[in-house]
């Protein structure tokens, strides 16, 4: 049975007072909730606040990237170490904005995954496919491309899969629940076929993720969790897709 993991990825979003305002409201809303990992994902500035304001909580704390470099002459970057410092347990790599703004390839998210498990952290690999990949029927080539290259040399142990179709991501157009679990079973054969028994490897789904559709996502039986981003922007809607979450 995997454990149902939904994850905050604030993007480019919350100064650290704003930081402070939502992890103090958001932690009596959940302050009952066991069956259900939390993990919030905030800027790299507001991860020693988060980490201290989370420190009596269950919540983990997660960074949104990081160097595949231990660390060295490479301004504006920062290492996993400096990540666990700050209070991380995972990372987030592979996500779409990064290879779609900051020239990510599958080569450099494989050696960032290698460096993160290496020290310790835990990953959040985000893999997905744009809508023309989709409407032209590449999209499980598309997935294989990325698992295979973001993957290779790399056991599960610590890796959360996040499936987030690029065409999802914002736009407030969710993948139909079907065509979600769909893929999930997809990306979980693949592990299968490719990384030995993947039956314990959680696969979450982001695209447009918010209270009204969590319920009907975590029915499907492929469907693990949820990387949520602008609805985890407000307390009580990021704490009302948690309580949707229960498998
Ligand atoms: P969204 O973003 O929930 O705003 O669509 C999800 C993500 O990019 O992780």
């Keep these: 049975m995997r454990r149902p993991y939904i994850a905050a990825n604030w993007k480019m979003m919350?100064?650290?007072?704003?930081?402070?305002?939502?992890?103090?409201?958001?932690?009596?809303?959940?302050?009952?909730?066991?069956?259900?990992?939390?993990?919030?994902?905030?800027?790299f500035t507001s991860l020693s606040i988060a980490s201290?304001?989370?420190?009596?909580?269950?919540?983990?704390?997660?960074?949104?990237?990081?160097?595949?470099?231990?660390?060295?002459?490479?301004?504006?970057?920062?290492?996993?170490?400096?990540?666990?410092?700050?209070?991380?347990?995972?990372?987030?790599?592979?996500?779409?904005?990064?290879?779609?703004?900051?020239?990510?390839?599958?080569?450099?998210v494989n050696k960032k995954i290698k460096t993160a498990k290496k020290k310790g952290l835990e990953v959040i690999l985000c893999v997905g496919e744009s809508l023309e990949e989709r409407e032209s029927g590449r999209t499980f080539g598309v997935l294989d491309k990325q698992l295979a290259g973001s993957l290779k040399d790399i056991s599960m142990d610590g890796v959360t899969v996040a499936y987030e179709p690029i065409w999802a991501i914002g736009t407030g157009r969710t993948a139909t629940p079907e065509i979600a679990n769909e893929t999930h079973g997809y990306i979980r054969e693949w592990?299968?076929?490719?990384?030995?028994?993947?039956?314990?490897?959680?696969?979450?789904?982001?695209?447009s993720v918010k209270p009204e559709n969590i319920s009907?996502?975590?029915?499907?039986?492929?469907?693990?969790?949820?990387?949520?981003?602008?609805?985890?922007?407000?307390?009580?809607?990021?704490?009302?897709i948690i309580k949707g979450a229960k498998k």
Excluded: W
């Design 216 to 240: 009907e996502l975590m029915a499907q039986s492929e469907i693990d969790g949820a990387l949520v981003g602008g609805a985890s922007l407000k307390p009580e809607s990021f704490a009302n």
């Design 191 to 207: 592990l299968n076929k490719n990384k030995g028994n993947a039956g314990s490897v959680r696969i979450q789904y982001g695209g």
């Design 14 to 43: 919350k100064n650290l007072a704003e930081t402070e305002e939502f992890i103090n409201s958001f932690i009596p809303l959940v302050a009952g909730i066991s069956d259900v990992d939390i993990l919030i994902a905030p800027p």
């Design 52 to 108: 201290h304001l989370l420190l009596p909580t269950n919540i983990k704390l997660g960074a949104q990237n990081m160097h595949y470099e231990e660390n060295g002459a490479y301004t504006g970057e920062i290492s996993a170490d400096m990540l666990l410092f700050a209070g991380c347990s995972t990372v987030i790599i592979g996500h779409s904005e990064r290879r779609q703004y900051f020239n990510e390839t599958d080569e450099i």
